[in-house]
């Protein structure tokens, strides 16, 4: 038997980390990366397993130093924690494994800190490490020779972490996306078929959260939708599911543009209690996506703003990822990006330079090129040389958008544009369910009121910009004059925590450039 410590090392403070908003919303972290509760379901019971997520608690140095197997993950915006926390461990003698998705794209980074290093996903070659390490035999690095099949894929154990720490749960449904996009390294880790768990696997795993205490779930899939008639089939067990307990769960998920084309997909969404859907739109420069192969939203028909609308007016609110510093890009599309997001009605968009991860297309061709910056944290906050744009004025721009788009009078007309406007419905297919069960909806409606009253409280007593604060309690007074329903009250208060958090977020980078190179 083994003593095994898994750990996700704390993130640097990030869009959407929401590190200043978590204290309005009372959690210590946005949610849990789903590779640790999965790591501990693929261990076999006779090893003991204990979770540290150091997003919510330290790192317990000594413990590590009595466990056998000390193992670690990690993303890209990781890596330096990730490194410092090997040193510590390999100056105690622990025994070390690291694996994730950036030692999969980078695997020489850690040079000699590990003992052991996994490659890609882990579903065979975890268990297959345990007992070629029970027997001394075990090697210095693993890779599976092919991609997990998704239907034998266990419940993670939600039960070993602390669950009440989050602000919403994770759940996966799949892997994999089928597009091409230059930039992405979802397509190298995980390929480009779409891997699907069954009906069943997913309804277990959403138990399995509702059991830990969780009633709001990130969908974690990088593309939901990459295999459209699979996930309608899931999709239909999951409605079932809901109708049949009264939707005791909320989700928020991630989609390609490609939703909008299909009425019964959206509807479907809508009818699974799906809140809002993060769709990676990049830029409104059409010359730029075809540059990085984002095909996917170059297809004839409706306008991206037009597609963007069209999954709004269900009811399922679009969040946006958008980049700056692509090779056809000039100074003209900081203001194109302002004006995109403003007649989108998009209130939360995550705005990113343009940035090469090894393994990429992009990174082989930029390093082709020689226009990959070297320096693991560059000066100007990206490794990508652009090539119409001087670097410093791309960090310039790119602060300004930031700047622009975070205002309150910017942000919150971009809500009003979407909530009172356009008036959409979050939830109503759950809504319009619960009026058989008025007792449910009343609890419901109470609950939302609670928490849209708690985070406004706590917004009152922990902002200190006298200014932001009265923007807050004008904003809700302008709501509550046009529409009073509990949900988008609710809304709208966990809205104004994640302005507050953007709102430090880019005072910090004016203030001090160095936080951009963790953006």
């Known amino acids: 038997m083994a003593r095994i410590v898994i750990i996700n090392p704390r993130f640097e403070t990030s869009y959407w980390g929401l590190e200043h908003a978590l204290p309005l919303l009372g959690a210590k972290a946005n949610l849990p990366v789903a590779c640790l509760p999965l790591l501990a379901a ?8 204990v979770l540290v997520d150091e997003n919510v608690e330290p790192i317990d140095f000594d413990a590590c130093a009595r466990a056998d197997i ?3 993950t990690g993303m890209v915006v990781q890596r330096f924690r990730m490194k410092e926390i090997l040193t510590e461990l ?3 003698r622990c025994f070390t494994i690291v694996g994730g998705p950036w030692v999969t794209v980078n695997e020489g980074y850690f040079g000699n800190l590990a003992d052991v290093v996994f490659i890609g996903e882990a579903e065979q070659t975890w268990p297959k490490f345990l007992v070629d390490w029970s027997t001394g035999q075990y090697a210095r690095r693993y890779e599976q020779a092919e991609k997990t099949d998704m239907t034998q894929v266990p419940v993670p154990r939600f039960d070993l972490l602390k669950m009440r720490n989050y602000a919403v749960g994770s759940v996966q449904f799949s892997r994999g996306c089928p597009f091409t996009c230059e930039f992405c390294d979802i397509i190298v880790i995980f390929g480009r078929r779409p891997r699907i768990k069954t009906s069943r696997q997913v309804i277990a795993e959403i138990e399995a959260l509702l059991a830990a205490g969780m009633d709001t779930a990130f969908i974690v899939d990088d593309n939901l939708i990459g295999n459209k008639k699979a996930i309608k089939a899931v999709l239909r067990e999951v409605i079932a599911w809901q109708q049949a307990r009264d939707y005791p769960m909320t989700f928020v998920t991630e989609a390609s543009i490609d939703l909008a084309d299909d009425p019964e997909l959206m509807q479907m969404l809508v009818d699974a209690n799906v809140r809002s859907v993060f769709i990676g739109i990049e830029t409104p420069n059409e010359a730029a996506l075809k540059e990085t192969r984002k095909f996917q939203n170059l297809r004839k028909g409706p306008s991206l703003i037009e597609k963007v609308h069209a999954i709004q007016n269900t009811g399922v609110e679009v969040w946006c990822g958008m980049i700056l510093g692509f090779d056809s890009d000039d100074a003209s599309i900081f203001a194109a990006q302002c004006r995109f997001i403003a007649e989108a009605r998009i209130a939360n ?5 343009l940035a090469a991860i090894p393994k990429t297309p992009l990174y082989a061709r930029l390093l082709k090129e020689g226009r990959i910056d070297p320096d693991d944290r560059p000066a100007f906050g ?4 652009p090539l119409q744009i001087g670097r410093a004025e ?3 721009g790119y602060i300004g958008v930031l700047r622009d ?4 009078e910017a942000y919150f007309a971009r809500l009003e544009a979407l909530y009172l406007d356009q008036r959409i419905e979050p939830e109503h297919t759950r809504r319009r369910h619960l009026r058989r069960r008025p007792l449910k909806l009343l609890t419901l409606n109470v609950l939302w009121l609670l ?5 406004f409280i706590r917004l009152m007593h922990h902002v200190g910009d006298r200014s932001l604060k009265r923007a807050y309690r004008l904003y809700l007074w302008r709501l509550l004059r046009r529409r009073r329903t509990p949900v988008v009250l609710q809304v709208y208060a966990i809205k104004c925590a994640m302005h507050y958090h953007a709102h430090v977020m880019i005072e910090q980078m004016l203030n001090d450039r160095k936080i951009i190179n963790s953006f």
């Open 349 to 353: 968009a995550m705005m990113g330079m």
């Open 451 to 455: 928490e849209a009253c708690a985070i």
């Open 70 to 72: 000390v193992a670690l």
């Open 42 to 49: 693929l261990t076999p019971a006779e090893h003991e397993v």
């Open 382 to 385: 990206t490794n990508v040389i």
């Open 405 to 408: 788009l975070y205002t309150p």
């Open 90 to 92: 390999r100056r105690r």
């Open 394 to 396: 791309l960090l310039a």
